[in-house]
């Protein structure tokens, strides 16, 4: 095949072919006329080439060239010894058009996918591994989950103060596409407040499970995080004339941005979190002929921290 | 998938190579039918060896094939082909490209992407599955330096690209 010559007038008219559809086709004679060409291309054009084309033909002495364009590429020349009916000359550059420039969606042969994901880093594997196999375009292929297993220090702050936490978590990374899926357990420090006549010492430990999603992606990683959280409140009295003990559980909602730094294996990072509690707790002093003495809990806590998460899978 | 696609038997004249064209045509891509079109197309080597339309043929044996799952024969058949100054020669070039990365022929699937790379054809899809291709098959070749520069060139053109996490996570690793 030669290029052909005729790339200045397909672009003028580039605008005109519509993407998707059968391609423009234009013809220097009548036999075959533009016409009867695109009335034979019409029955073999799938329509689900996504890309936009054009087909110019020539006719020569014993000789008929068929010019495609096809969108991104230089035109390209197709040439073939003349027949001696129009119809079999319409009907021999119909079957020129369609089979170069039409295709399944999925790739110009086939249902071929992109070298896919390699399993490969590139400081540490030197022989080749087998490369997985091709997978159905388009749908993206699946990339390798990563399970990381971390530990991170918090302090938090709320309307009583502020404290500190010790945070551990699992996450699996890139769970469904690009969304992961992470565990936290959070211990923080127990915490003491005066109620009534007594003082009352409490801790909130913390599960919560959280959608993460990666806003940013590069030698910085930022990533958002949103989901449930369930605390176990529990409170001692001490002071009091009858001093009690209780525990209680309560729903709430996480919601968090992380800053992170990944190099082999390890990623370091910095946590932005947010806890809210729907639900009012409070501590209560029961008095004797008297109104008992109420102290509200936090229901909303800010927390700042570092961590690092190791990868294990 | 209904396989009724069948050629009767018919005399070899130009005019019936060029309808049993259309059916394996039409069997291909408008019925679904891959099985069929290969055994249209099959019995069209047969009748015609030296049609003027051997490489139209071609390129439908192979969409077959590949249709089919049978990524070697493809293969094989590309292997045979010239890919240079053929209509959406990029896009076969990186498909080729990446059937020689699974066959981990890592030099010559270089060579494919190079091919869609260096003349900056095909759609902006098509780039960017040469781009990240070469960078795999480059690293898979040993040849880290280069490999680390594709997928930085990957992550500037392509920041939200459907390999971009994977290229950045390759590249965090071997810093």
Redesign the interface.
Known sequence: MKSASFVVVASALWLAAPALAAPLVTSDSDCPSAADVTTRLAGLWSGNSSASAMAHIRVEVGQMTVDLVSESEPAVSRTLPTEADCESRAQAAALVIAAWLDSRPSGPLGEVEPAAAPPFELATVRAPTPIASPLPSPPPPPLPSRFFLGVGGLASLDSRGGGAILSTEAAWLRLVGRVGLGVGLSFPLPREMAVGQGKARWWRPVVALALRIPLAEGTWIVEGGIGPALGLLVVAGSGFSQNHTDAVASWGATVGFRLARRSRGRTTWADLRGLLWPAAQNIRNDVPGSVPHLEALPRIEAQLGLGFSFALL | MARSSRVAPAPAS??NG?AI??QA??SL??NHD?AGALDILTRHAALFPHS??A???S??E??????LGR?DE?LAR?DGMSLD????????H??R???R??A?R?RD?IADFDQALTHA????AWQE?AL??RA??R??A?D?AA??AD?QTY?RLY?KG?????A????????
């Open positions: 130009a005019s060029q064209l259309g045509i039409n891509r408008n891959a003027p339309l490489a139209e043929r390129v439908l192979i969409e077959a094939l590949l249709a990524r493809a590309l100054n053929t209509p959406r020669g990029a896009e076969r990186v498909v490209g990446e059937l990365a699974r981990q890592w699937a054809n095909g759609t902006k599955r990240w291709g795999v098959a690293a898979r040993g880290e490999a680390r997928l992550l920041p459907r390999f971009a996490s994977e950045a996570r390759l590249l965090a690793a071997a810093e």
